[in-house]
């Protein structure tokens, strides 16, 4: 077997490409299930993050199998439209590429503290189905230590922890004081438990919204209210901040319902892929609206010695990778001649 991957990133292609290929996590149980089901490949695996969606596969040696454009198939969109957008790799640079987007390196922000989780929990996912083997298990694994490696004996001591829950608030803060100010955030999920950590942190009065009939544990962060989603436009009239973080397929704030109200917040961010916040709001006179890659836009650079380190790191590991797949062939080969 052989390692592959293809996908699309914030590098290749704006939110307006990138939010057609983002994937709840239903969604991307169902997608690799059904690549797996193809009979092409032998395991799939998907990250989509608000920088990226991509697709991680092992396939026979002698195959040759266009990723893209099954992964183009598997989510219904017109292939020829977006080969240009997606990126290939096999093999070492395959798994150099995953280290890179597990340690945070290739995120918009650099060292995102978030994509390591995101990386973890989509072999996870893949693996609950059934749709992993050997091959990629040990990528993924080799990748998650490397960037464990990376995290810790580099970005930490150089750069220190950022997401993007913590550069739109970061964002916020460049352009008003939040002591005092009334902010609703949109989403229960990570994303959104951080933004109210960190909005609670600087002294802004805070208010989530919760789904009713939500699934799973519900857990608001210590000193921020709560309303129900469906009461969330009266919140909205009243504050000076929405922040919108949610996996939601749909908008989550539309136009239609804002021209009802007399008054609108001072800004308004969306750090979902796809956006949750319907994007002709910001072209209302009262308000602004930024994307996650509005706030993701701040330059942070590792020095070259930094950059020397990480790349022996994702060496080693993929040295380790290359090992191990030598014994297990030496091992089938053995087999097969008893």
Not at 108 to 120: E, L, P, S, V, W
Not at 143 to 164: E, F, N, Q
């Amino acid at each position: 077997m052989k390692l592959m991957m293809t996908g699309l990133d914030h590098t290749r292609a704006d939110l307006s490409i990138r939010e057609r290929f983002a994937v709840s996590k239903e969604k991307t149980l169902e997608t690799v299930q059904t690549i797996v089901d193809s009979g092409i490949v032998s395991a799939s695996v998907i990250i989509s993050t608000c920088n990226r969606t991509e697709l991680y596969a092992s396939v026979p040696l002698e195959s040759e199998p266009i990723l893209s454009r099954i992964l183009c198939e598997a989510l219904e969109r017109n292939y020829s439209e977006y080969e240009g957008y997606f990126m290939d790799k096999s093999e070492d640079q395959a798994l150099e590429h995953l280290c890179r987007v597990a340690s945070g390196l290739d995120s918009q922000i650099i060292g995102d503290d978030q994509i390591i989780t995101q990386a973890r929990e989509a072999i996870e996912l893949s693996r609950e189905l059934g749709c992993t083997d050997s091959y990629v298990e040990k990528m993924f694994n080799q990748a998650i230590a490397a960037a464990k490696a990376i995290k810790t004996k580099v970005i930490l001591r150089t750069l220190g922890v950022d997401s993007v829950p913590a550069a739109a608030v970061d964002t916020l803060l460049s352009m008003m004081p939040l002591l005092g100010k009334k902010a609703l955030v949109i989403g229960n999920g990570q994303m959104g438990r951080l933004v109210a950590q960190l909005l609670v942190a600087q002294g802004a009065s805070v208010t989530m919204t919760l789904r009713q009939y939500k699934k799973g544990e519900i857990v608001v962060p210590d000193g921020a209210d709560t309303v129900l989603y469906s009461e969330r436009y009266p919140i909205i009239e009243k504050a000076d901040i929405v922040v919108s973080a949610t996996s939601s397929p749909h908008y989550t704030i539309y136009r239609e319902e804002l021209d009802k109200l007399d008054r609108l917040p001072t800004i308004f961010i969306d750090i979902a892929v796809p956006r949750d916040i319907e994007p002709s709001i910001d072209n209302l006179d009262e308000t602004k609206v930024l994307t996650v890659d509005n706030i993701a836009s701040k330059s942070r650079e590792l020095p070259k010695e930094s950059q020397e380190l990480i790349d022996e790191i994702i060496k080693e590991h993929t040295e380790k990778y290359n090992d191990w797949h030598k014994y297990k062939t030496s091992v089938g080969a053995l087999g097969m001649r008893s």
